[in-house]
């Protein structure tokens, strides 16, 4: 697992202590992935760079000082254990609706000694009607839906003033065409789209940042069903 962070280490500055916490993380996916499908990607280069760099992207929008942030459907725990590590005065709220899924992000923080993040099982469109409404300074997500249907599961969780960030690959700007009613009816503005570089890989990801000016409407978010049957 050595080789994942000293390839990460190449495009990115970390601490001895980061990269021994990465490493970890590395290793107990790669040992858990077969049992837990957690991950389609294989290759040492495809770990460190579309799932370590990738992650830490998020870093460059400088939002993230001191912040409270939830990653909505953090799978094997992308981008919410990299950004924990890497950031740690933020408090990062790693939620999933697989509960297996959520007990490895749990179990793998636990053990590499990272204290700044917890779990939240649930689906995001149920937590966003509960107390925890509009109580995260920033919600993140990564993977997880179109973004006209990932606004409805993420902004209602942001407070006023807060920021949505979507993280998406490179057809991210046609995504946010598709998304615009979505992000205003929600109380949103897009308020930057950063492309970043992913290298090795001659790839181009997109970060999209709505900043939530309004609170959402109470009626939002509607049940699953009906968010995909008709996004916004
Ligand atoms: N963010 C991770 C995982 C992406 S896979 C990564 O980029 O590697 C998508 C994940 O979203 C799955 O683990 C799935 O269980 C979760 N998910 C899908 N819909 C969800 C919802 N409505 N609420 C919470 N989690 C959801």
């Not at 107990?28 to 992935?33: A, C, H, P, Y």
């Not at 649930?122 to 009607?129: L, N, Q, T, Y």
């Not at 992000?183 to 997109?206: A, N, Y």
Request: proline fraction near 3%; aromatic fraction near 6%.
């Amino acid at each position: 697992m050595n080789s994942i962070v000293e390839i990460t280490k190449k495009y990115l500055s970390l601490t001895d202590i980061q990269s021994e916490k990465l490493s970890f993380i590395c290793e107990r996916l790669v040992e858990m992935n077969g049992q837990l499908n957690l991950t389609a990607l294989k290759t040492d280069e495809e770990i460190a760079l579309l799932h370590i760099f990738d992650s830490l992207t998020l870093l460059q929008t400088g939002l993230f000082n001191g912040k409270s942030v939830i990653d909505i459907g953090c799978g094997g725990g992308f981008p919410s254990l990299p950004l924990a590590v890497c950031s740690n005065e933020c408090s990062i709220t790693a939620n999933d609706s697989t509960a297996k899924k959520l007990r490895f992000v749990e179990e793998t923080a636990r053990d590499a000694g990272i204290t700044n993040l917890k779990t939240l099982l649930g689906r995001a469109e149920e937590i966003a009607r509960t107390e925890r409404r509009e109580t995260f300074d920033i919600a993140v997500a990564r993977g997880v839906a179109r973004l006209d249907v990932l606004c409805e599961l993420c902004i209602p969780m942001v407070k006023k003033g807060g920021f949505f960030i979507a993280m998406k690959g490179s057809k991210g700007k046609e995504e946010l065409n598709q998304a615009e009613n979505a992000i205003k009816v929600l109380g949103g503005k897009t308020i930057d789209i950063v492309e970043v570089e992913i290298p090795l890989f001659d790839r181009m990801h997109t970060l999209i940042i709505i900043e939530k000016q309004r609170n959402t409407a109470g009626e939002y978010p509607r049940m699953y069903s009906k968010i995909i049957k008709q996004p916004l």
